[in-house]
């Protein structure tokens, strides 16, 4: 399962991701195309960073993570009276785990559909936004956008991370699998507690599928909804060759 085994140090690996401007960015599109939206369901929720920022905008956030480590994780920055009672997270699925159908928006960050690796789990997911959306409710979701991962083409990398107590060097190994539209990353992980220096390694595979945005209108069509926008994350333009990640907007018919 992806990021389980190095959940605990999930927020330092990731300590210069900006969750507020995304989350932002995320409010931008709520207004502009479901500006009545009080309910949101979030797939891939993660340690709930979102979802608390979209809460305390007035927003009532109900997550699903498939990773217990990762909920535990946003449980435990969170001190006594400081949790907002606006969000909640549940241990399940985004395929299938089933909360309610009276959402009015479902959001799903961080490629969390480019974790679906085949067109049925692809279409699984929006089945399952689908259903637990009211009649014209509208699903807000980034991707890998394949034109662009295979004309950059992923690269190794190498990001180092430090704090008072760990330093963690993380080594991302890409396999390509073209005729699949898939890249394997390898990821090699060490973790170095300073007091101690005592060192770990973690390995973690993560599978991860890039789509054409008509693929993503062929998925809407198959499961009720219908497209209403796509644009190059966080930006607004319009995707090219050079445009990574993706967010579209679906409808439901």
């Known amino acids: ?3 389980e085994k190095y959940a605990k140090y999930y927020d330092l690996l990731y300590q210069d991701k900006d969750y507020r401007a995304e ?3 995320i409010i931008s599109l709520i207004r502009k195309y479901n500006p009545e939206t009080k309910k949101i369901l979030e797939f891939g929720a993660g340690s709930g960073m979102h979802g608390r920022i979209l809460a305390d905008e007035g927003f009532e956030v109900s997550g699903i993570e498939k990773s217990q480590n990762m909920i535990d994780l946003g449980l435990s920055s969170i001190q006594g009276n400081d949790q907002n009672r606006k969000f909640s997270c549940t241990q399940g699925d985004c395929t299938t785990s089933f909360l309610g159908d009276d959402f009015d928006t479902v959001i799903s960050l961080f490629h969390v559909l480019s974790y679906q690796t085949s067109s049925e789990e692809a279409t699984a997911m929006l089945k399952n936004a689908h259903r637990q959306l009211r009649p014209g409710g509208v699903f807000i979701f ?3 956008y394949a034109p662009a ?3 950059i083409g992923p690269t190794l990398r190498v ?3 430090k704090n008072q107590q760990l330093a963690i060097t993380r080594i991302a190994e890409p396999e390509c699998l073209r005729e699949q539209n898939i890249v394997k990353v390898n990821y090699q992980t060490f973790v170095s507690e300073l007091k101690t220096n005592n060192i770990s390694e973690i390995k973690e595979t993560h599978e991860m ?3 054409e945005t008509e693929e993503i209108v062929e998925f809407a069509n198959q499961t ?3 497209q209403l926008h796509s644009e190059e994350w966080m930006t607004s333009h319009t995707p090219s060759k050079d445009t990574w990640g993706v967010c579209t907007v679906l409808q439901k018919n």
């Open 209 to 211: 599928r890039s789509f």
């Open 159 to 161: 990001k180092r991370f």
């Open 23 to 25: 989350a932002g960015y």
């Open 142 to 144: 980034d991707y890998w």
């Open 1 to 3: 399962m992806p990021f």
């Open 149 to 151: 991962v295979w004309e």
């Open 224 to 226: 009720g909804f219908t």
